[in-house]
């Protein structure tokens, strides 16, 4: 991207001189320009850091190159990253527009005051389903912070056990493709929350679908990346869930890493130790 702005203004400089009854710019020097400067002030100019300016005479055009310009890095999945819902709402999470919305209850794992988010299915239509997504807060770049897993609190309100997975697709249309759990964490209706742990790893994900590059790319937030990060209930790996039923409620979902090849070493480590004082004995 930085080789790209680097030769911008210079290829405006370029086509401007070579069109210089276009009406947009007027230019001198233009050999001038220095590379990656390009900044639009306030009386709408198109200035650099040379001697050289341009000044913009459509307002509209200049505001257009210069977003064009700026290509905006894919949004960070910080490590730790939570969704707790204390604040009674329940953020960015949704489950379509004619599906009913999610609810923010009290009673989570915490007691009467812990808040949590709920939803809703009837098995039929657009709220038949136990699904919901985010299109924001969960959607960007997993890999640089080292987010390896999503781990949540679930609690089953219906009246039979709910395989719960995750998803993420790589667009927002119904047909879209991604990845989905291969094995569902089994949600007893026993009354009680649970603790559920959801790799991203590939091993743990089925693909679905025409995916366009791949499980790193969905996982990189970039051109390629996924655009929505899906929680629901499905018999099967899937992107949309299957009809039932029923209540379930979510809290603290949050990012979390695996174990770190340093911890896995001390753990064997410990292990060893173990065991070769136990052959001491």
Known sequence: MHGVLAIIPHAFAFLLTRNPGCGLFSFTSPGSLSPGRII??????????????????????????????????????????????????????????????PENLGGGPLGAADRFMRINADGSGAGGKL????????????????????????????????????????????????????????????????????????????????????????????ENGAREFRILHSNNPSLGGSSITGQLGIDNIRAVPGPSAATLMALVGIIACRRHRRALV
């Open 131 to 222: 699904t919901i997504f985010s299109r924001e807060r969960w959607i960007g770049d997993y890999i640089t912070p080292g987010v390896t897993a999503i781990e949540m609190d679930l609690r089953n309100f219906s009246s039979q056990s709910l395989s719960i997975r995750i998803a993420m697709k790589q667009s927002t249309s119904i047909a879209g493709a991604g990845y989905s759990s291969t094995v569902a964490y089994v949600l007893p209706n026993d009354g009680r929350w649970h603790r559920a742990t959801f790799s991203l790893s590939s091993s743990a994900l089925t693909r679905l679908g025409t995916i366009q590059g791949t499980l790193t790319d969905v996982l990189s937030g970039g």
């Open 40 to 101: 639009l002030n306030r009386r709408m100019t198109l200035a650099h850091s040379g001697k050289s300016s341009c000044t913009v005479l459509n307002p509209l055009i200049a505001a257009a190159i210069a977003c064009a310009c700026m290509a905006a890095p894919a949004h960070a999945i910080t490590l730790g990253q939570l969704d707790d819902f204390q604040d009674t709402m329940t953020g960015d999470w949704d489950n379509g527009g004619a599906a009913p919305g």
